[in-house]
């Protein structure tokens, strides 16, 4: 049987290859780190580069999706490419950060436990193609993840090891706040597969419109977020992991506002 010649839409799939791209040299940053530290060099710098690299993944992850609504271009192919790079930012280079970082010392526990990150966060992906190729019903929900989505967890990943790191600043590993670490991995492996829901935002696109006051509030807060990337980026994925499980008890008029539930129908 032939296997076709799927389209390939340029714009998102470049995205999609950023990402990868930011996941393999995460990668690479962290086999870098661990070589130095057997020499008994000094981490931290490689460390930094290897979450920026992760959270610089999260952004091409967030604009692939909406180069793609944005011209109509959403496709089979451009669903799987999105996943296998999202395996390797979002699943692999944060399990070898973590392990890297302080599971080393657990010897085979270790290793588990960054295993079991990954088999889950594969899982969740395998489990969304799966999902997103079929018809979608009334039963289906629309605008929303059941469970919290890998990007939002690799992101929570490096945004709170670089809290620890700036918390560390000067010294030559992590702290005892490491040891939080492998926690939040095994809470994270859970999240992903649990019934919390969240929102995609996939109504939050190019055309969304705000007002003013909107406007500025969303101005403020990435002013903030880059003055403030040691501690800020974190805060918001804390915050928006907690959402998940206060959304149910906001009202849906709130709810709309904050997720632009709206605007989705233009899309």
């Not at 990402?19 to 962290?30: H, P, S």
């Not at 899982?123 to 605008?143: E, I, K, W």
């Amino acid at each position: 049987m032939s296997e076709g010649n799927p389209k390939i839409y340029l714009l998102p799939n470049l995205m999609t290859a950023g990402n990868l791209f930011c996941g393999f040299a995460a990668v690479l940053r962290i086999i870098e780190a661990a070589l130095v530290m057997q020499a008994g060099g000094h981490v931290a710098g490689l460390y930094h580069e290897a979450v920026a690299f992760i959270l610089g993944a999260c952004v091409f992850d967030l604009l692939d999706g909406r180069l793609a609504r944005l011209g109509g271009q959403e496709s089979a192919f451009g669903r799987e490419f999105d996943s296998l790079a999202d395996v390797v930012s979002f699943g692999l280079a944060p399990a070898l950060l973590v392990y890297q970082i302080v599971l080393r010392d657990f010897a085979r526990t270790g290793w588990l436990i960054a295993f079991v990150y990954l088999l889950c966060g594969a899982l969740r992906l395998a489990r969304f193609n799966c999902v997103s190729a079929q018809p979608r019903t009334d039963d289906s929900p629309a605008g929303e993840f059941v469970g919290f989505p890998i990007p939002a967890a690799a992101g929570l990943i490096a945004s709170l090891t670089l809290l620890m790191l700036w918390i560390e600043e000067g010294a030559r590993e992590i702290g005892l706040w490491k040891f939080a670490l492998p926690a939040l991995l095994l809470f994270l492996s859970f999240m992903m597969f649990s019934h919390v829901r969240y929102p995609s935002f996939k109504g939050l696109g190019w055309r969304t419109q705000r007002s003013i006051p909107k406007f500025l509030l969303t101005i403020v807060v990435l002013a903030l977020a880059a003055m403030n990337y040691e501690w800020m980026p974190a805060l918001l994925f804390v915050a928006f992991l907690i959402y998940g499980f206060v959304r149910p008890f906001i009202s849906k008029t709130l709810r709309s506002e904050i997720e632009e539930e709206e605007a989705d129908e233009n899309h």
